[in-house]
T-cell receptor, first 109, second 115 residues
């Protein structure tokens, strides 16, 4: 079956760095997405990786290793507003998104 | 940038009534749109894939007669929850892929409460 795993919850300190991991097993691979979702709101797109390596976008970076079925989202200089759930999703061979359950990130001052 | 809108953002209805939710792609055409459902503290669950000009594809366990999907044009898909019951109360989100599907743009979601 298809499966996406990511930690349920993580805690980090304001100003620090946090890495959220995601491992996947899917039928085919057409890219991996990271989304941020604040409580009560729809997810917002953060990043898309289809090739191996690191993609950097400001304070956020996303890494992909297709051979290992692994990705991580790296958040630097954490701000209180970064408290949210972070969803990992893989697009399978049918171009449908397989979603992880999300990682709730708690930022403490 | 590309935007997907949903209407209404919130709806409260009585049990047994039908509710229609619209999903529009504002800056681009989408031959495919996706409908999700999200329960509190859970991940998004794909309900169905809406296809312009053809029937929607439903995920296993989703009742197609209860959740009617119509992809009327390249910029509009509608989800109708027929004979809604309290257990249908949820957050419904649509998304549309841009271009070759590399980026999914999500609508803001519609919160449905069935009394």
């Amino acid at each position: 079956g298809q499966n996406i795993d990511q930690p349920t919850e993580m805690t980090a300190t304001e100003g620090a760095i946090v890495q959220i991991n995601c491992t996947y097993q899917t039928s085919g691979f057409n890219g991996l997405f990271w989304y941020q979702q604040h409580a009560g709101e729809a997810p917002t797109f953060l990043s898309y990786n289809v090739l191996d390596g690191l993609e950097e976008k400001g304070r956020f970076s996303s890494f992909l290793s297709r051979s290992k079925g692994y990705s991580y989202l790296l958040l630097k200089e954490l701000q209180m507003k970064d408290s949210a759930s972070y969803l990992c999703a893989v697009m399978d061979s049918n171009y449908q998104l397989i979603w992880g359950a999300g990682t709730k990130l708690i930022i403490k001052p | 940038g590309a935007v997907v809108s949903q209407h209404p953002s919130r709806v409260i209805c009585k049990s047994g009534t039908s509710v229609k939710i619209e999903c529009r792609s504002l800056d681009f055409q989408a031959t495919t749109m996706f409908w999700y459902r999200q329960f509190p503290k859970q991940s998004l669950m794909l309900m169905a894939t809406s296809n312009e000009g053809s029937k929607a594809t439903y995920e296993q366990g989703v009742e197609k007669d209860k959740f009617l999907i119509n992809h009327a044009s390249l910029t509009l898909s509608t989800l109708t929850v027929t004979s809604a019951h309290p257990e249908d109360s949820s957050f419904y989100i649509c998304s549309a892929p841009l271009g070759g599907g590399e980026t999914q743009y999500f609508g803001p979601g519609t919160r449905l409460l069935v009394l």
